[in-house]
């Protein structure tokens, strides 16, 4: 009975390494699948991380507003029926940037000058009639002028009229 023993000792023993090998081959495949995952999800790739950082769009800096004190008043050039006209401006101007915002404060003399310019030259009967908004257009590209003019790196990004009285 002795030899039936050892048989069955032995052959336990291949069993036991069988299993430790089947063990540590599982082991290694889900390792494997694991460190196949990671990549696939976009863990660990610097590459792919960096490209995502660019498709991110950047955030938008808060508006920076700013009031033109004085008011703009004009009589138009082109009167209307022989009739005295006359319009009374008040503007403030925005922009994502305080250094836009510093220099329309310190070019605020050219822009008057130009500003006012521009508001004589218009006529009342186009402005009664939608006028306003190609104004409002022309005011800010021309501010923006000025400001690229005198080498100002941004923009402003919008004019607002905050009164805007016609008689």
């Known amino acids: 009975m002795a030899e ?31 460190g196949g995952a990671m990549m696939f999800l976009g863990g660990g790739d610097d590459a792919a991380s960096d490209e995502k950082a660019e ?15 004085d008011p703009f008043i004009v009589n138009f050039s082109q009167q209307s029926n022989d009739v005295a006209r006359y319009l009374q401006v008040k503007l403030k101007v925005m922009a994502r940037d305080q250094a836009v915002i510093d ?8 822009i008057q000058h130009e500003f006012l310019l521009l508001l004589y030259s218009q006529n009342y ?14 005011t800010l590209t021309l ?22 009285l016609m008689q």
């Open 4 to 34: 039936t023993q050892d048989d069955i000792d032995a052959t336990e023993e291949s069993g036991g390494k069988s299993k430790k090998m089947m063990i540590i081959i599982a082991v290694v495949v889900l390792a494997l699948i694991g």
């Open 55 to 69: 498709n991110v769009a950047p955030v938008k800096q808060a508006a920076i507003y700013s009031e033109v004190k």
């Open 103 to 110: 220099a329309v404060q310190l070019h605020m003399p050219v």
């Open 125 to 138: 009967d186009d402005l009664t009639t939608n006028g306003t908004k190609a104004l409002k257009v022309t």
């Open 143 to 164: 501010i923006n002028d000025i400001l690229k003019a005198e080498n100002v790196e941004n923009e402003l990004k919008a004019v607002y009229f905050t009164s805007f």
